[in-house]
């Protein structure tokens, strides 16, 4: 009879066991779900259009992400910032233009779906002046004025509207160079909106810095360059026009 009571016993013992010991790794999870849930949502990020691995795509397109890669990691001034891709479009039959704006759009859409506060968003072949002009990235975006549009990081043949300019920013009235630039949340649906007209004119050359201009206008807000400028745009093959393109002067 005593060792079927202590047998019972035995069985109590593991019953209760494996119950406090369910219930203490729920605590734990829980603890992480908690804990997860209270971290702050990444507010920034890096987004770079590339036709590297693009099926049709010119032949100068290869490496050229990992390129602009290795640039940025040589600099070392986003080591904590994930840098994601967004993949370019190319089709022979579209017009100049019309690829770039597309995969713009869809870059947008990308940067919503993580939850982005603030991103910057390049072609493959830009490059940083300097390590301090990386470095200036960040808070340039950061701290521009409450009206911006975007943050213009390079271009050329500017036309500035220095009525709007700012110690550290140049109001633009319009200016070429959609390869380096940075955008806050609440005007990615603007943006995107202005480049959806875009693609529907018809036009013979698609222009994602005449939207720009568009949009600026019809909703008081303000197209900034960055003072000084943080990127270039070397020589390289140009994917809207199909041919060797020199580098160009930011400075007109």
């Not at 019953?15 to 603890?31: D, H, K, M, P, T």
């Not at 490059?127 to 340039?140: A, H, Q, T, V």
């Amino acid at each position: 009879m005593f060792s079927v009571y202590a047998k019972l016993g035995m069985l109590a013992f593991v019953i209760l066991w494996v119950f406090g010991a369910y219930s203490a790794w729920e605590r734990v999870e829980e603890g992480h779900r908690l804990r997860k849930n209270s971290e702050p949502p990444t507010q920034e990020g890096i987004y770079v259009l590339t036709l590297q691995g693009v099926a049709s795509a010119d032949k100068h397109n290869e490496h050229r992400f990992d390129t602009f890669l290795a640039h940025i990691r040589s600099l070392g001034c986003f080591q904590d910032m994930h840098i994601n891709i967004c993949k370019g479009i190319y089709k022979s039959e579209l017009q100049p233009g019309y690829g770039t704006t597309q995969a713009y759009i869809q870059c947008l859409d990308h940067i919503r779906k993580d939850g982005i506060a603030e991103a910057h968003i390049f072609e493959d072949d830009v490059r940083f002046y300097d390590y301090e002009s990386c470095l200036g990235l960040r808070e340039k975006l950061r701290s521009a004025p409450k009206d911006t549009l975007l943050v213009m990081y390079g271009g050329h043949d500017w036309k500035y509207d220095m009525a709007k300019s700012v110690v550290g920013y140049n109001g633009v009235e319009r200016a070429w160079g959609a390869y380096g630039w940075g955008i806050r949340k609440d005007a990615i649906r603007l943006v995107q909106d202005g480049f959806r007209k875009e693609l529907v004119l018809g036009s013979a050359y698609i222009s994602p810095e005449n939207s720009w201009a568009k949009v600026a206008k019809e909703s008081g807000r303000t197209i900034y360059a960055a003072e000084p400028l943080l990127v270039e745009h070397p020589a390289s093959w140009s994917n809207t026009w199909r041919i060797p393109r020199q580098k160009v002067n930011e400075s007109l």
